[in-house]
């Protein structure tokens, strides 16, 4: 199977997508935030057919108008229902203008349906060097502002009376998000984006209570699905993206009878000093 190029560069294509969304995915359920990076994946299939119509590469498109969508989201504030609302409507109109820019560019539909479902096989070396920049920044942001982040997360009442500032920390999380979201796109495609960023996270609260060791269990479940997910393609002829989402479901299902009345937020321990 590694002999081939095409899967020697697919495996470490979804290496780097499934250690960024491990990491960043296991926030994401903690802050009950789910929602937001679904819609994410979404805008960003405006922003990649948008980008092609207009001569730019898909890739920047995708990136750029979801970093935007993210730091407009986290500016909506900490109002889970307003917000949310707001969220779905804009959801729906940026698959609106995707649908759109298609029709205007129709020769763009065959790479509109890799990016829905995801093409891990088709990833090539500048593709590779791309997912790791925008991992190596994704991580890097995300460390800025973990302990804050840590501290909202887990007790946002006491955080705000200790000043710290819950919208920028929402605002500069969910920039990352998008970042993170962008790179699980090229893996598993907008419409199974939760297969990375929200399976493995939400299947390591419910089986493990410390943070640090839900975090690594989070990032080792999304590398093993992934690239359990491509081995299994590559034998059977499935698509990769139906593999990860597969494995990402069984995992979870399993881990709801393997603790079926714990509730993984409830789960994560408070560290000491988090702040």
């Not at 298609?102 to 060097?129: C, E, K, W």
């Not at 460390?143 to 804050?148: G, K, L, T, V």
């Not at 998000?177 to 399976?199: D, K, P, R, T």
């Not at 999304?222 to 995992?251: K, R």
Request: aromatic letters at 10%; charged letters at 10%.
């Amino acid at each position: 199977m590694l002999e081939y190029d095409f899967m020697r560069n697919a495996f470490a294509a979804a290496g780097v997508a499934a250690l960024v969304s491990g990491l960043v995915g296991y926030f994401l359920v903690l802050r009950g935030q789910t929602f937001a990076g679904h819609a994410l994946g979404h805008i960003g299939f405006a922003g990649a057919t948008g980008a092609v119509l207009i001569g730019v590469p898909s890739v920047w498109g995708l990136v750029g108008l979801t970093v935007a969508a993210g730091i407009g989201m986290g500016m909506m504030g900490e109002r889970v229902s307003d917000r949310d609302v707001a969220i779905g409507v804009v959801l729906a109109l940026s698959l609106g203008f995707g649908l759109l820019f298609l029709h205007y560019y129709t020769s763009f539909a065959a790479q509109a349906t890799s990016l829905l479902f995801g093409n891990v096989l088709a990833v090539d070396r500048p593709t590779i060097a791309v997912l790791a920049g925008l991992g190596l920044v994704t991580v890097a942001a995300l460390a800025a502002i973990m302990r804050p982040l840590i501290f909202a997360s887990l007790q946002p009442e006491l955080a705000e009376a200790k000043g710290v500032p819950l919208r920028f920390v929402s605002t500069a999380f969910l920039a990352v998000v998008a970042l993170a979201v962008s790179e699980s796109v090229q893996i598993v495609g907008i419409l199974l984006v939760f297969s990375l960023m929200v399976g493995p996270p939400a299947t390591a609260q419910r089986l493990v209570g410390g943070l640090w060791s839900g975090i690594a269990l989070s990032v080792g479940l999304a590398l093993a699905e992934a690239w359990v997910g491509i081995a299994i393609a590559y034998y059977t002829d499935w698509p990769v993206s139906f593999c990860i989402a597969l494995l990402s479901a069984l995992a979870y299902f399993v881990s709801r009878g393997w603790a079926p009345h714990r509730s993984p937020n409830a789960l994560v321990q408070v560290p000491r000093e988090p702040v």
